[in-house]
């Protein structure tokens, strides 16, 4: 027996009851309300669901056509059988052509029931199309993955807060957001990995976010969020700062702690009437200024930032052309021993290009990292190295002790670095324990499980490795002790002003004692004065690298000053 909710819009309780009578003899269940008037079936229809309506032609001061057109108002698709004593055939035709689904007579109730259940499953075909349709168009505009809404949305929803906006005294914020280090995870752990952290990062990007503001996947691992009703830029400050807070906590999945991070961009209206595709331009413009003032942060876009991002583009362009036209070049720095002899160097890389003279390698290390071409140019450096190094030693022009240490970037690692340091060896001859390998704490924190395999293969090649620019990352000191590494470099940020800064002499101190607590050396970089020498060696630091002693060298310079030595 299946159940029937009927409303029935009839004058006679004897019509009603022979209606129900013949649908419980088909087999149905039904429950019904029965009205007289408008007022009373407008409210049934307002209150209730129901499965079918029936309504009889004539009533006293209503009629069908009424029945019908309030049904049609209501907006609620329910099918409409009429069933009546008597019924003109053009009455029957009208009433069809106004929305009823049948006309019955009241002599003939035995089609009533295979109207209804023809009815049902046509509104239930009806219903299902529908929410098709419902899940199509959610499909078009929202992102499969996250359910966020696609950059084609955006673009509309971002339009219409502009227009909304016009001439009000408040502003929109469009913030870019952009992960950090999803491209390394992607990689390490491939993209089924990939997938469930960009879901996760649209979960903290609403927690984030107010419950009318716009989150949009913009494209792979870029996000842009939209806010109105802004009245002061602090307001959208403070949103970015949690953004990057919450993004910045380790991503658990399987057993690993993925670190991503976040830089982010932010733009906003104001009375130049940017479109909506500016203010994603200017915000993305602010995105890279973020990215390259460290990570982790985030700018408010200025029009100054256009230049940079042109020279960025530029620069880009260019860093392809580089490799072939041999503009890479390596630089040696001295580091050097508290007996002033010579530790060894830390080989740095150049770029000298065609019209712009020397890049600085903290504009392209970022640019090669994100073209991919840090493998083949990090492997390039290695192997010319490690040649270079060991044809000074077999000439006898450098001690044959001397270490060579070379950066290692977070690419690197997670790439086929345990090959690579094996084919230098083979091929340079270079003594692994005289090769040391400069690592960032970001690196390894990225998936300490993994990063200590990795780390254990390294030393079984009997490598060096060291932890670059320490105390600038996470200086998480409880995992450091889990990790074989042989040296501590204090970032140049707390050695430079050292001398005039208690702050930074604490903390660079405190390095020291942590470094040989864990059974670790310390390098300090950014040596540029004696008295900031003076109170590292009274500290105990092991090996010093700065200007005060050289600059980084290009190799025709490094062994006269070797030869020369390294007396201050
Ligand atoms: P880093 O590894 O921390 O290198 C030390 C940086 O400090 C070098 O900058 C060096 O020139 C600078 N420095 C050394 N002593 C002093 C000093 O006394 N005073 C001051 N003010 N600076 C000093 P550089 O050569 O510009 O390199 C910047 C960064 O670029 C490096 O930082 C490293 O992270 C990266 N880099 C350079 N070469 C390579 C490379 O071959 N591979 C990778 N992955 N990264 C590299
Ligand atoms: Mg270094
Ligand atoms: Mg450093």
Not at 228 to 257: R, W
Not at 292 to 303: D, I, L
Not at 409 to 438: A, N
Not at 461 to 485: A, C, E, H, K, W
């Amino acid at each position: 027996m299946s159940e029937l909710n009927i409303l029935i819009a009839e004058d006679s309780e004897n019509d009603t009851v022979l209606i129900m009578r013949e649908l419980k003899k088909a087999g149905y269940q039904p429950s019904y309300e029965r009205v007289e008037t408008e007022a009373d079936m407008e409210r049934a229809l307002h209150n209730q669901v129901w499965d079918i309506v029936i309504t009889d032609h004539n009533m006293h001061g209503f009629s069908s056509v009424e029945a019908l057109n309030l049904v049609k108002q209501s907006g609620k698709d329910v099918p409409v059988i009429i069933v009546s004593g008597m019924i003109g055939e053009n009455a029957a035709v009208e009433a069809m052509k106004s929305g009823a689904h049948d006309y019955i007579m009241k002599d003939n109730l035995a089609r009533l029931a295979p109207a209804i259940e023809r009815e049902l499953r046509d509104a239930e075909t009806r219903r299902a199309r529908q929410e098709a349709e419902k899940a199509l168009s959610h499909l078009s505009v929202h992102d499969s993955l996250t359910n966020l809404v696609n950059r084609k949305q955006l673009i509309d929803s971002l339009s219409a807060a502009l227009m909304r906006t016009d001439g009000r005294g408040y502003m929109v914020a469009v913030l870019y957001i952009d992960l950090d280090r999803f491209k390394v995870t992607n990689d390490t752990y491939g993209t089924d990995m990939g997938d469930k952290v960009l879901q996760e990062v649209a979960a903290r990007l609403r927690r984030c976010a107010r419950y009318d503001d716009i989150i949009s996947r913009y494209d792979g691992d870029e996000f842009i969020m939209v806010i109105e009703n802004i009245y002061d830029t602090a307001e959208a400050c403070v949103v970015a700062e949690m953004v990057i807070k919450l993004l910045s906590k380790p991503f658990q999945f399987d057993g690993h702690d993925i670190y991503i991070g976040a830089s982010v961009g932010i733009s906003f209206s104001d009375s130049v009437g940017w479109s909506a595709d500016d203010l994603i331009k200017n915000a993305g413009t602010a995105m890279y200024q973020a990215k390259n003032g460290g990570r982790n942060n985030y700018q408010e876009y200025t029009s100054d930032m256009d230049d940079a991002a042109e020279h960025r583009r530029y620069l880009e362009l260019s860093l392809y052309k580089a490799i072939e036209l041999d503009e890479l070049e390596l630089y040696f720095q001295p580091q050097i021993k508290p007996d002033k002899s010579l530790r060894g160097a830390e080989v740095l890389l150049r770029w000298h290009h065609g019209t712009l003279g020397l890049v600085p390698p903290v504009e392209f290390i970022d640019l090669l990292e994100e073209t991919g071409l840090i493998i083949p140019v990090g492997e390039w450096v290695l192997m010319t190295a490690c040649n270079t190094w060991c044809q000074w030693m077999a000439d006898g022009k450098i001690p044959q002790d001397s270490v060579l240490a070379v950066n290692i970037s977070t690419y690197q690692f997670k790439g086929e670095l345990v090959d690579t340091v094996d084919r230098v060896i083979k091929e340079t001859g270079i003594p692994p324990h005289l090769l040391d390998l400069e690592l960032t704490e970001g690196t390894l924190m990225d998936d300490t499980e993994s990063s200590i395999e990795a780390l254990a293969a390294l030393k079984e090649r009997g490598v060096q490795l060291s932890i670059d620019d320490f105390g600038t990352g996470y200086s998480s000191l409880s995992y450091l002790s889990t990790f074989p590494i042989d040296y501590l470099k204090i970032d140049k940020s707390f050695v430079l002003n050292l001398d005039n800064n208690e702050n930074d002499a604490v903390i660079a101190k405190t390095i020291i004692g942590l470094a040989h607590n864990l059974g670790m050396h310390v390098i300090a970089e950014g040596v540029e004065n004696r008295a900031v020498l003076d109170f590292l060696s009274s500290e105990g630091c092991d090996i010093y690298q700065g200007f005060l002693f050289a600059k980084p060298l290009p190799v025709g310079d490094f062994v006269p000053a070797v030869v020369d030595g390294f007396m201050v």
